[in-house]
Every structure is written in C-alpha cells, then in structure tokens.
C-alpha cells in the first residue's frame, strides 16, 4: 500500500506555504500531524500532486492566551494540548473531549488544526469549537479571515477553506462563570471514531434556571451541528428538562447511516448521550455557582 | 523551503538507537518501509498501514506514534528509537521484554514491537500507571492472540508495580 507519487515540499514559513497553495491550489495536500491525511494518502483516496508539509512552520505553533479567548496554533499537538494547564482550565469542554480523540500514539502527534481541517463529521475537536462558538482562522495570499467554527464546517470532509488557504489557527471562547460542560460519545472501542457524540454547553440562572445552552452533535449528521434548543431557556436545569431537550433534539435530526449504525440506533444514542451530557452539564454549572 | 520531485531520491540521515544511519527515500516511501527495506531493521512491523492496528508504532523524536503515517523524508535528522534498541548487544532482554517474556504476553509477536515501544514511551511518562491508564494506552494497539489481560499484567509487571 503505497501513496501515489508526490513532491513533497517544506515550507519555512507561512508566506511560503501560500505560495505553494498558489502554485498547486487544489492538487496540493496540506500535512500537520497526518493521522487522517497519511491513511488517506496510503490508501490513495487523496492523490495530490504535491503533498505540503507545514510542520516546520513555527508560528503554527503558538498559543496565545487572551482574556475572552484562547488562541491555538494549527500545529499544537492533541497530546500537547491536554499537557497546557491554562487551556485545560480555560476550555474545560475541550477537556472533557481529547481523552476521546484517538489513542495515545496518534494524539503524540496528532494537532488540533489538522483534524479542525480535516473535517471527519464524528471529530471530536471539531465538535468542541462548534458547540462554544469557535472560530478558525485562515490566511491566503490576499490576508487573513476568521470564520465562525458554526459556519466552517459544510458537509463529509469539506470546509469553508479555499483552495489558496491554510487553516492558521483557531479560537476558543474562554470558560463563563456559572457555566457548566459536558462531553460524551459511543464508539466501538474507546479512541475509535463516535458512532454519536454529544457535546454541552449550558449556563444555569441564579434561580435555577437555564440562561442558555449549546448542544452540539457530532457522528450524527454529515457535519458537526448545534441543535436548535432556544425554547428551553428559562426552563428549570433539571434532568427532566434534559431528556425533554434531548428527545425533542432527536426527533429533528437527520441521521446518517452506515455499516456501524442506523437512523435509529443514532436518534436513539441523542436521546441516551443527550439526556447525560446536558444533566451533567447542568450539574457542573450549579457546581460553579455553589463554589463562587 | 525544502522541495523534493515526485521520483527523487532524497537522501535521509537518522539516529536509530543511537546510531545515524543513512539510506535513500522517494518521498512517498513510509518510514516503516525506510526502516525495513533501506536500513534494513526488521523489528518494526507493518500492519494495516493507515494508523489503526499499533504495529509500527516507534518513538520518533521523542514521541510514541506511528510510523506508517510518516513519510522517511520528513524524518531526516530526527531520533527514532526502534525495538531493535530495547535489549542489550549480547541480546539481554530488558525488565520490559522479561516481563512479557515471563506473562506469556505474546504468542505470534506481530503487535509486540509497537506495543513494546509505546509502553516504553509510556512508562517514562507515567512510571507507576493504574491498569485503566494501561488500558487506555493499549487501546491504539490491536492484538489478535492473547487477549491483553497478559499485556497489562506484564507491563504492570514492568513498572514494578
């Protein structure tokens, strides 16, 4: 099993990974950590002319801290990132979610913006900057742009990216007091990819109320996606309500099927992982309101 | 920028266990294939060949991954340390591969070398792990003879535990 042949080019910097976008817009493959990107490539399901490794690009390296968000380079490694402190208590959901990403030898080298790029629907880091509202952010030639994570992502392996850009880096809101996360999914074996994940944001009212919540779905439909859960605000944070917002949830999706699920097996798992999450969720937001 | 052709043979230095060597890599050509066929190390095993059984698995640079999903001419100037490495030179097992060898923690061998390199990696992380922290490692390895209760036992076995 061998990659078709290929150029393989280096780039030191930015700029330069640009010009060889240009030079081979969409024949050229882009390669961080390679652990979707390479099977692809072994298996010849991607063919590109060129394959463009970005790993030697320092500044796809940085992390910068703010005090609405976090900023991560693309190439900062899974396992990196669960060794970060200030990002592990900053985004807790992205926590909770990259014990799930892969196994220990692939989140050594795995990075948060190639899987962010690569797009799998049932990715986990995708999920995460979804439900929280993230953004990716994308340099070409022309300048930079910074795309809602929400809207980013538009079906099976496919991204807002043009073909002359590269995915530089990507944000992420930082935790809000009285405000609770939630991450789970089923897969065959654990680090093999969601059958269904689900993923919670949700602020609790002082009174116990829900002041707002984020549902994110992933494995389900072809894309990562927030659920539409605006009418249970100001509904009590209770399990009850959980498995309310979770039922209604997975009456309106359109799952996908495959060897692994059916539809049903799938609205079923939203029902289950949806009824969890959301009642840990709230569970940890009253948490932080009795701790404050 | 470095920029290799399609069928140019680049050549590519590493330190294996210690030692750079030297062999020539199309940029296509897989570290695993590297090791194998130009600097002729046989202990790291090729399986599936897109990330999934754990086979290959080695520690490049520093990092316990695999090296299916890696091409020879990224690797040019890194450390990669191999299954080759882990014993002395007159073939002494070290307390790792005696505890395998002593837990019947390998029947056919093939998953052997990359789950031995992972563990190694592991260990020096994590020098006293909880058997759900060894599971959890072992879960990017696949293993079709032994079931793992006998791999967990021995690198339980190995941590000193």
Request: hydrophobic share 40%; aromatic share 6%; charged share 20%.
């Amino acid at each position: 099993m061998k990659p078709v042949a290929f150029e393989y080019c280096r780039p030191d910097t930015v700029e330069e990974a640009l010009e060889l976008l240009k030079e081979f817009g969409s024949d050229a493959s882009i390669i961080s950590g390679g652990l979707s990107l390479g099977a692809m490539l072994n298996m010849r399901l991607v063919r590109p002319k060129a394959l463009i490794d970005i790993n030697g690009i320092d500044e796809l390296g940085n992390f910068d801290a703010g005090d609405a968000t976090i900023r991560t380079g693309t190439l900062i490694r899974q396992a990196g990132a669960m060794a970060m402190p200030a990002l592990m208590s900053g985004v807790p959901l992205l926590a909770k979610a990259l014990p799930h990403v892969g196994h220990y030898q692939t989140r050594s080298r795995g990075t948060l913006g190639g899987s962010v790029a690569h797009a799998d629907p049932s990715a986990e880091i995708p999920l995460t900057l979804v439900t929280l509202s993230g953004a990716v952010t994308l340099r070409s030639p022309g300048g930079s742009r910074e795309v809602p994570a929400r809207e980013f992502f538009q079906g099976l392996l496919t991204t807002d990216r043009r073909a002359d850009e590269l995915v530089t880096g990507l944000t992420w809101p930082i935790r809000r007091g009285q405000t609770g996360y939630a991450f789970e999914e089923l897969a065959q074996r654990h680090g093999d990819f969601a059958i269904a994940a689900v993923a919670v944001e949700a602020t609790v009212a002082g009174d116990g109320t829900i002041a707002d919540v984020s549902v994110g779905l992933g494995g389900v439909e072809d894309r990562p996606f927030v659920a539409a859960t605006a009418g249970f605000v100001g509904k009590p944070a209770t399990e009850a309500t959980a498995s309310d917002i979770a039922n209604t949830i997975a009456e309106v999706v359109d799952p996908m099927v495959d060897l692994q699920a059916n539809a049903d097996y799938r609205r079923q798992l939203v029902r289950v992982l949806g009824t969890r999450t959301l009642t840990a969720a709230f569970d940890d937001a009253t948490g932080q309101q009795e701790a404050a | 920028m470095l920029r290799i052709k399609p069928d140019q043979k680049q050549r590519v230095t590493i330190t294996v266990n210690g030692k750079a060597v030297s062999g020539y890599a199309e940029p296509r050509m897989l570290l695993t294939d590297f090791l194998r066929h130009e600097l002729g190390l046989y202990g790291t095993h090729v399986g599936c060949e897109h990330g999934v059984c754990g086979a290959c698995t080695a520690i490049i640079d520093g990092a316990a991954t695999r090296s299916c999903l890696r091409y020879a001419v990224q690797c040019d100037g890194l450390d990669i340390q191999t299954v080759e490495g882990l014993a002395d030179p007159d073939g002494t097992l070290n307390t790792l591969q005696k505890a395998f060898n002593e837990n019947g923690a390998l029947q056919c061998g093939f998953c052997t070398a990359g789950i031995l390199m992972s563990s190694t990696k592991f260990l020096q992380e994590n020098p006293k792990p909880t058997d759900d922290e060894i599971r959890d490692m072992l879960s990017g390895h696949i293993c079709r003879c032994t079931g793992y209760t006998q791999i967990v036992r021995a690198i339980r076995q190995a941590s000193g535990q």
